[in-house]
């Protein structure tokens, strides 16, 4: 079955990077996008960008760009975002999320919880 | 960009049908039929319920429809249940320079 494992909780300071992974099984994974969104504690699903597991190719909501770089590792499967200079805006829950046929998420990990705090 | 229009919430007792509205424009809503819905329980990811505006992906319950009018999307439960309280999302493809999606606002379902 398709699942999506992303790592573990980071607590980080203001100005600082972070990055998060999302290891995919139970599927061809080249055949699809992964999407990554956050979601600030009480607060509705932002969409940050996309990459195209296969050419590696990316685009970012231009709110994130300059400070969000998604990549992957095909030879383990993996798709990992990394957002700098961070803020304590920045605290959110972060998500990735298979990309479906046309437009949509159809398997979703079970979130990275990203503390920034000084 | 702002986010797509949803209800805060919506209520409804077991049985009932509820409907939840998704308002966007012609650049992302009325122009494409890449709406998508998702459920959302406390403390968990969300899960897809309806893609392509009425699409179900398998194994989710025919109580969920989906429908779209111009620049409004629909959610439809009919037969509510108590595990249907959650928050629910509205999403959409948009042709905005500054993002491919856009997600709705949210709305939180009650089961009476």
């Known amino acids: 079955q398709v699942q999506l494992v992303q790592s573990g909780a980071e607590v980080k300071k203001p100005g600082a990077s972070v990055k998060v992974s999302c290891e995919a099984s139970?599927?061809?994974?080249?055949?699809?996008?992964i999407q990554w969104v956050r979601q600030a504690p009480g607060q509705g699903i932002e969409w940050m960008g996309r990459?195209?597991?296969?050419?590696?190719?990316?685009s970012y909501a231009q709110k994130f760009q300059g400070r969000v770089t998604m990549t992957r590792d095909t030879s383990i499967s993996t798709a990992y975002m990394e957002l700098s200079r961070l803020r304590s805006d920045d605290t959110a829950m972060y998500y990735c999320?298979?990309?479906?046929?046309?437009?949509?998420?159809?398997?979703w990990g079970q979130g990275t919880l990203v503390t920034v705090s000084s | 960009q702002s986010a797509l229009t949803q209800p805060a919430a919506v209520s409804g007792s077991p049985g009932q049908s509820i409907t939840i509205s998704c308002t966007g424009t012609s650049s992302d809503v009325g122009g494409y039929n890449y709406v998508s819905w998702y459920q959302q329980h406390p403390g968990k990811a969300p899960k897809l319920m309806i893609f392509d505006v009425n699409k179900r992906p398998s194994g989710v319950s025919n109580r969920f429809s989906g429908s779209k009018s111009a620049n409004t999307a629909s959610l439809t439960i009919s037969g509510l249940q108590a595990e249907d309280e959650a928050d629910y999302y509205c999403s959409s493809h948009t042709n905005n320079s500054t993002l491919i999606y856009v997600f709705g606002t949210g709305t939180k379902v009650t089961v009476l």
């Open positions: 139970g599927y061809t994974f080249t055949s699809y996008y």
């Open positions: 999320a298979r990309g479906g046929g046309s437009y949509y998420s159809d398997y």
């Open positions: 990459i195209n597991l296969n050419s590696g190719g990316t």
